[in-house]
């Protein structure tokens, strides 16, 4: 589960550029409504970009930047990620390059250690007046990340969003898929056994597919792409289709952001036990615990 911090800093990055505040905020009886407002997910996303970007010198020029917000860098973030898009539609038949490349983000970032210091320190940056040594709102915090991010890992698995990973890292995308249909499967019970087959089907044919090592790797990749289509994964394959997708994704962000039309979650936090999300999780777990301590 560690590469779904690839998959949500990816979300992040476009997000930036168009925050809307969201109501995706919990809240704890001690903690003033002030608090509960500010630590919403429009001012944890900024945070985190801002972290991550600070953390990664490959992320400074796109994270950084596009979380000011003006509609001038709005548009540019969308013509940025547009053209990203376009060049790998035009580029499959070096997919294998392209792949590697990406594997090798993600190898880099699975080994990253999360700066939680880091984090509160540019919270504290922005609400002066709020006490991040306050175990209540670190609570607050705790709960809002958790609805944020596993909200944010249920719009990953979304069609759209699959359909632009897996133009890059086909065999990412389809793990990322298993996942999704397992833990659905797992959470539908045996109210629809004709449904329960059709999922335990869909499964079976990504656990071939990934089994499939033979021939050479861009080939390999294809055919993870076209198992990904008969799914319905609506992978783009000329650039105007590539253009229409990222406006698409763009356009469903937006909703997410301001509230509407929120994803299935996707239980990421409770389920990942080894990644970024864990590891961010836990070290925040364990300072709400040591205040607690405090007298």
Known sequence: MSRWSFVLLGLLWLAGPSLAQTNLTVGIETVTTKVKERLGDQELLKAAGLTASAQNPLLQRTLGPSFAGTPEERERAKEQFTSVVVLAITQQNR???????VKQILSSMSNQEPDLDKYLEILQERNPDIDFKDPQVLKVLRGNLARLTNNFAGLAVEPNSLALLALVEPEFAVQVQLYALQTRLADRGTWDPEGNDRLTAQIASLEDALKDQTGPTDQRLIRLQNTLKAQNIPIPSTPAGGRILVD????????VLAGKDLPLTLPVVEQDRT?????????????????????
């Open 248 to 255: 698409q994704n763009f356009q469903r962000l937006e909703r």
């Open 275 to 295: 990644g970024l999300i864990y590891k961010t999780f836990s070290r925040l777990d364990e300072r709400i615990r040591q205040l607690e301590a405090i007298p």
């Open 95 to 101: 997919l294998d390059f392209i792949s590697g490349f």
